[in-house]
């Protein structure tokens, strides 16, 4: 069982920054592959980034490719979302979320197994 506690969302003026990070309980952290998903308002969930258990393989949507950047920390239990340059249309609630690492790493949400709470980012223009 994982636990997953996203943090440092919060206001942001468009061109700015903010760093997401997501701390993970429990044992064997780095036996999962981890991602970052969001969801706008009246839109569904959306895949950002992924990244796998060592971290060195990592996948990003298009739209966030060159802004973004994801890493994990396997030491600390946590892995991070970078985002800069960013948007009003990166407005949104982020997800990190675990699954298994015998799977190949996944831009797909169901494919996750465990999810955290999610922390509100909004981007004002």
């Known amino acids: 069982q994982v636990q997953l506690v996203e943090s440092g969302g919060g206001l942001v003026q468009a061109g700015g920054s903010l760093r997401i990070s997501c701390v993970a309980s429990g044992r064997f952290f780095s036996r999962y592959n981890m991602g970052w998903f969001r969801q706008a308002s009246g839109k569904e969930r959306e895949f950002v980034a992924a990244i796998s258990r060592s971290g060195g393989e990592i996948y990003y949507a298009d739209s966030v490719k060159g802004r973004f950047t994801c890493s994990r920390d396997n030491a600390k239990n946590t892995v991070y979302l970078q985002m800069n340059s960013l948007k009003p249309e990166d407005t949104a609630v982020y997800y990190c979320?675990?699954?298994?690492?015998?799977?190949?790493?996944?831009?797909?949400?169901?494919?996750?197994?465990?999810w955290g709470q999610g922390t509100r980012v909004t981007v004002s223009s």
């Open positions: 979320a675990a699954h298994f690492a015998w799977r190949e790493l996944s831009t797909n949400w169901n494919d996750y197994n465990y």
